[in-house]
């Protein structure tokens, strides 16, 4: 008896630094949102790193865009891309942004896909309106 009660102190032992070793790690990562809206011009100086989206609700994001991966959605035309993805996120472009909120308040994205370019509308009415 007293082998099986060592064996059960010792799995309880060891439960319980695995917990107290992954609980901190756990309690710190951001847990990832999605998002989707307009970019927007912003509010004061434009900084190259971050970018304004602003949804359905009129509510503007702040987000951080240095680590992103910044790629079009299979839905954008070829016509309308840019060799480089980032020279497309400018105001009137639509994007879906997948970011961790920090302790903060501040969006840090992971990804950003272009689902529409700032100037695929544009160049859509205008070839529209040449056609009619």
Same mark, same amino acid.
């Given at each position: 008896?007293?082998?099986?009660?060592?064996?059960?102190?010792?799995?309880?032992?060891?439960?319980? $630094?695995?917990?107290?070793?992954?609980? *901190? &790690?756990?309690?710190? +990562?951001?847990? *990832?949102?999605?998002?989707?809206?307009?970019?927007? %011009?912003a =509010?004061? +100086?434009?900084?190259?790193?971050?970018?304004? @989206? %602003?949804?359905?609700?009129?509510?503007?994001?702040?987000?951080?865009?240095?680590?992103?991966?910044?790629?079009? /959605?299979?839905?954008? *035309?070829a016509?309308?891309?840019? $060799? !480089? =993805?980032?020279d $497309?996120?400018?105001?009137? $472009?639509?994007?879906? @942004?997948?970011a961790? %909120?920090?302790?903060?308040?501040?969006?840090? +994205?992971?990804?950003?896909?272009?689902? !529409?370019? +700032?100037?695929?509308g544009?160049? /859509?009415? &205008?070839?529209?309106?040449? !056609?009619?």
């Amino acid at each position: 008896m007293c082998i099986e009660s060592s064996m059960r102190l010792l799995r309880q032992s060891l439960a319980f $630094a695995l917990l107290a070793i992954a609980l *901190p &790690a756990v309690l710190t +990562a951001g847990t *990832p949102g999605s998002f989707r809206g307009i970019i927007v %011009q912003a =509010p004061s +100086a434009t900084h190259t790193n971050w970018i304004f @989206v %602003q949804g359905r609700n009129g509510m503007a994001r702040r987000v951080d865009i240095s680590h992103a991966r910044v790629v079009y /959605d299979e839905s954008v *035309p070829a016509a309308n891309r840019q $060799a !480089k =993805p980032q020279d $497309a996120l400018i105001q009137g $472009a639509e994007v879906r @942004v997948t970011a961790e %909120q920090g302790s903060d308040g501040e969006w840090r +994205a992971s990804k950003v896909e272009i689902l !529409k370019t +700032a100037s695929g509308g544009k160049q /859509d009415a &205008a070839s529209n309106d040449g !056609k009619s």
